[in-house]
């Protein structure tokens, strides 16, 4: 993927320092280590705690163009169903779950949630990507629990436990992820809902809105959509007394064309905000901070390599490695926005808020 284009007119041994130097460079971008560890190579310089500490020499100490940093690329939101097995169009295996990954980690992509994407709070190190996973239908594969006789134990093979696991093996990973869910029984073991959701909110995981009955909101007269909206925001209150239900996954990915009443509404005394609304579909979303970015309409990436008709995960992942330009990556700090000069005009400056904007000069364009 990243060496088929080499000179073939180079003689052995120069190809053979340059392979070490590509081999070199990139396991250096593919660690993607904190920025200061790739900041400020000089001994006295990292002696120097103040000097890391001072945004301006860090910035200026910082090789944003050899970390290829660009903070206006796009940005996966994968998009999960049902963990199990077969695999199938809408089901993913635990094995398949795990090799994404491992795959995505890799390829430099670190998890945050979706309510850091909507907050434009990205913390991954310098170097690496972001990425969002989302899991629609609260399915039971998603989480479940194993009655055994000592009491119920989380199956190992249920997303959530593949989830724990890799970030137990992988820290720097990160571990988020949100969970689309309607109602009555999100996860499919009733006896269970309680447990499961007090469960996802301490661990950090989100709760988003799929309606109240997985309804379709574009069918549905703008009383029973605010209704579907409501009643889901209310019934996660009652699991999660004061919880902030803070996007939506349209059901069947469908919306009405007036989206006002699905951005904002209540319902008998049940107020909902929907900060972000995902599609079903089927490219990353732009950066927070592009002028291309809709919060109003999030596209997302299928994590599946069945019927991908080339939008999949692993098409995309291709896709962005093939085409650096468009991907997001990381200047390591989240209060910087930093994109190469010639992008800077792409940035929204309304969305940066108290966020610096560090165009950067590439002496290659
Ligand atoms: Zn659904």
């Given at each position: 993927m990243f060496m088929s284009k080499f000179p073939q007119f180079l003689s052995c041994r120069r190809k053979a320092a340059l392979l070490l130097l590509l081999i070199l460079l990139l396991t250096l971008s593919l660690?993607?280590?904190?920025?200061?560890?790739?900041?400020?190579?000089?001994?006295?310089?990292?002696?120097?705690?103040?000097?890391?500490?001072?945004?301006?020499?860090?910035?200026?100490?910082?090789?944003?163009?050899?970390?290829?940093?660009?903070?206006?690329?796009?940005?996966?939101?994968?998009?999960?169903?049902?963990?199990?097995?077969?695999?199938?169009?809408w089901c993913r295996t635990p094995d398949n779950f795990r090799k994404d990954l491992e795959t995505l980690y890799a390829e430099g992509y670190r998890l945050i949630s979706m309510n850091d994407l909507l907050d434009g709070h990205i913390d991954v190190p310098a170097g690496c990507s972001p990425v969002v996973l989302t899991f629609d239908d609260g399915t039971a594969g998603q989480f479940r629990y194993l009655e055994k006789k000592s009491g119920p134990v989380l199956d190992p093979h249920c997303a959530v436990a593949i989830l724990e696991e890799f970030y137990a093996a992988h820290p720097d990973f990160g571990l988020a992820a949100?969970?689309?869910?309607?109602?009555?029984?999100?996860?499919?073991?009733?006896?269970?809902?309680?447990?499961?959701?007090?469960?996802?909110?301490?661990?950090?995981?989100?709760?988003?809105?799929?309606?109240?009955?997985?309804?379709?909101?574009?069918?549905?007269?703008?009383?029973?959509?605010?209704?579907?909206?409501?009643?889901?925001?209310?019934?996660?209150?009652?699991?999660?007394?004061?919880?902030?239900?803070?996007?939506?996954?349209?059901?069947?990915?469908?919306?009405?064309?007036?989206?006002?009443?699905?951005?904002?509404?209540?319902?008998?005394?049940?107020?909902?905000?929907?900060?972000?609304?995902?599609?079903?579909?089927?490219?990353?979303?732009?950066?927070?901070?592009?002028?291309?970015?809709?919060?109003?309409?999030?596209?997302?990436?299928?994590?599946?390599?069945?019927?991908?008709?080339?939008?999949?995960?692993?098409?995309?992942?291709?896709?962005?490695?093939?085409?650096p330009e468009r991907r997001y990556i990381s200047d390591g700090d989240p209060a910087t926005v930093a994109v190469p000069e010639e992008r800077a005009e792409k940035v929204d400056r309304y969305r940066l808020g108290d966020k610096t904007l560090i165009p950067y000069q590439t002496k290659s364009e």
């Open positions: 660690s993607c280590s904190k920025a200061d560890d790739l900041i400020g190579a000089s001994p006295e310089e990292k002696q120097d705690d103040k000097d890391s500490a001072d945004p301006k020499k860090r910035e200026e100490a910082m090789d944003y163009e050899a970390l290829g940093v660009n903070e206006i690329g796009e940005i996966m939101i994968l998009m999960y169903h049902e963990i199990g097995e077969p695999e199938s169009t949100t969970f689309y869910i309607f109602y009555e029984t999100p996860f499919g073991q009733a006896e269970y809902i309680q447990k499961k959701l007090s469960y996802l909110d301490e661990k950090g995981f989100e709760i988003g809105n799929h309606g109240y009955n997985h309804g379709n909101l574009r069918r549905l007269s703008p009383k029973e959509a605010r209704r579907e909206l409501a009643l889901q925001v209310k019934r996660t209150r009652d699991y999660l007394p004061g919880y902030n239900v803070r996007s939506l996954a349209l059901p069947y990915g469908e919306r009405p064309e007036e989206m006002s009443y699905i951005l904002e509404g209540n319902f008998e005394g049940t107020a909902y905000r929907n900060d972000g609304v995902l599609l079903v579909g089927a490219n990353p979303a732009p950066s927070p901070f592009s002028l291309d970015y809709d919060p109003r309409a999030l596209p997302r990436v299928r994590a599946s390599e069945i019927d991908t008709d080339g939008m999949g995960l692993y098409d995309w992942l291709e896709r962005l490695s093939d085409n």
